[in-house]
């Protein structure tokens, strides 16, 4: 059984995307911030490069800098259009772009879209491997990486034009949080699909048949802020994350 498996996984072909923009508001030049002795984009690279299920690693940039140490770290790139590299652009255009790119300029055509935000650097060991064999395994159309909830949406509020509370779930907001079904929510360390031409990303990356990769995300840290930054420094320097 185990065999057959390893066959299915083999007659797929899979592509990595990285989307790596050069702008961002909160850190200036944060794909290329350096971690450890690499930058950022640089770990999701190699995180990619070294999981032989993979066939080739793109990534999608406007920035001539993030193109070169792409390229150094054994990445190629697709040189994104500037209308898609905007504080407001949706990764769905990116992805777009970049299918139409691989079909119509290098008429290569994968059977399997992985998406590695470069923000989410500390990844499990094999990660692709096992969430792309667990989407064939189950004949699912998507997948992505979920964490369990920090604060559980029962117990999420917001506050009217008044200034008043309103809570989210009027009959669950002061249950004890053992009385709760488990929640979860996307942690941004992957995204897998299966390509075909009738999919409609703008609706999500999550269609079709979905299925969830969960775990418990030790040493994660998605990085948007200077603190971030000082945790994954942190992790690096003391948890030897190569």
Not at 43 to 58: L, P, Q, Y
Not at 99 to 111: F, N, Q, V
Request: glycine letters at 4%; hydrophobic letters at 35%.
């Amino acid at each position: 059984m185990k065999k057959h498996k390893k066959n299915l996984i083999n007659t797929k072909k899979i592509v990595v995307l990285i989307p790596a923009r050069g702008g961002s508001k909160g850190i200036k030049s944060k794909n290329l911030y350096l971690f450890g002795t690499k930058p950022l984009v640089a770990w999701s690279i190699e995180t990619a490069k070294n999981e032989k299920i993979v066939d080739r690693v793109f990534v999608s940039t406007d920035d001539k800098n993030i193109s070169f140490y792409s390229k150094h770290y054994g990445a190629e790139v697709h040189t994104r259009k500037k209308k898609y590299s905007g504080d407001k652009s949706l990764v769905s255009d990116t992805i777009e772009s970049f299918l139409k790119y691989l079909k119509l300029e290098i008429k290569y055509e994968p059977d399997i879209l992985v998406l590695l935000e470069p923000t989410s650097p500390f990844r499990e060991k094999k990660l692709i491997t096992k969430c792309i064999t667990k989407m064939l395994e189950t004949n699912s159309d998507s997948i992505a990486t979920f964490k369990p909830a920090k604060t559980h949406p029962d117990r999420c509020w917001h506050i009217d034009r008044f200034g008043r509370p309103v809570s989210h779930s009027k009959k669950k907001a002061w249950e004890p949080r053992q009385q709760l079904n488990l929640a979860y929510e996307l942690d941004g360390s992957l995204y897998a699909f299966k390509i075909n031409p009738r999919i409609n990303l703008r609706k999500g990356l999550l269609f079709g048949k979905s299925i969830s990769f969960v775990y418990s995300g030790e040493n994660k840290v998605e990085i948007d802020d200077a603190k971030d930054i000082q945790y994954a420094n942190y992790i690096v320097e003391n948890f030897n994350e190569k």
